[in-house]
């Protein structure tokens, strides 16, 4: 079964890009199924980001975006901006039974 | 407004039991597929449990198959998770979620289950 590793955490500066990893190791690798990304603020829902490794549903801000290379997805935030200081983590469809891993989580630091 | 809203989380010994549910409101929860899934204390999130839209196809984390149990009431727009035998390691934030496309695309606000003597 895959599992996804994520850096603990990330920050950034008001204005700057940052990019969050999420890389897949184990057996079974299995291309990264339906990649998604996710943001979460403490007490709140958390919210979709990014799915199937670069679609943005309708409402999510353009600054955030994805992409894959290899076995490593990613999330880059564009313009950061004080609000988007949350956890963020990513998601892959594994199939079958066990359905679904995430990553570890990442914590992003507005400076 | 479309949103789930999940309730009856609390604190309970270990080997007892709880049963969470989850409200949806805004879409055709007859249509949808949910999940359960969790995030213990200082940990990352567990994907729990699957239920297709009609309740035909159901799927359990290995951690947690033949202790807890989920149900769907399309009439109620409701969800339901019936947990036993409770351990200590259960102790989290429990998350209803609607999946479409491989992905969970809303999110309840979560309720928090406490396993604890």
Not at chain 2, 23 to 51: H, M
Request: aromatic share 10%; glycine share 10%; net charge neutral.
């Amino acid at each position: 079964q895959p599992a996804l590793t994520q850096p603990a955490s990330v920050s950034g500066s008001p204005g700057q890009s940052i990019t969050i990893s999420c890389t897949e190791s184990g057996s079974d690798v299995g291309g990264y199924k339906y990649v998604s990304w996710f943001q979460h603020h403490p007490d709140k829902a958390p919210k979709l980001l990014i799915y199937d490794v670069t679609n943005r549903p309708s409402g999510v801000a353009n600054r955030f975006s994805g992409s894959k290379s290899g076995n490593t997805a990613s999330l880059t935030i564009s313009g950061l901006q004080s609000e988007d200081e949350a956890d963020y983590f990513c998601c892959s469809y594994v199939g079958s039974s066990t359905r679904y891993v995430f990553g570890s989580g990442t914590k992003v630091t507005v400076l | 407004q479309v949103q789930l809203v999940e309730s009856g989380g609390g604190l309970v010994k270990p080997g007892g039991s709880l049963r969470l549910s989850c409200a949806a409101s805004g879409f055709t929860f007859s249509d949808s597929y949910i999940n359960w899934i969790r995030q213990a204390p200082g940990k990352g999130l567990e994907w729990v449990s699957f239920i297709s839209s009609s309740g035909s196809d159901i799927y359990y984390a290995d951690s947690v198959k033949g202790r807890f149990s989920v149900s769907k009431d399309n009439a109620k727009n409701s969800l339901y998770l019936q947990m036993n035998s409770l351990r200590a390691e259960d102790t989290a934030v429990y998350y209803c979620t609607r999946e479409t496309l491989g992905c969970f695309d809303l999110w309840g606000r979560g309720a928090l289950v406490t396993v604890s003597s």
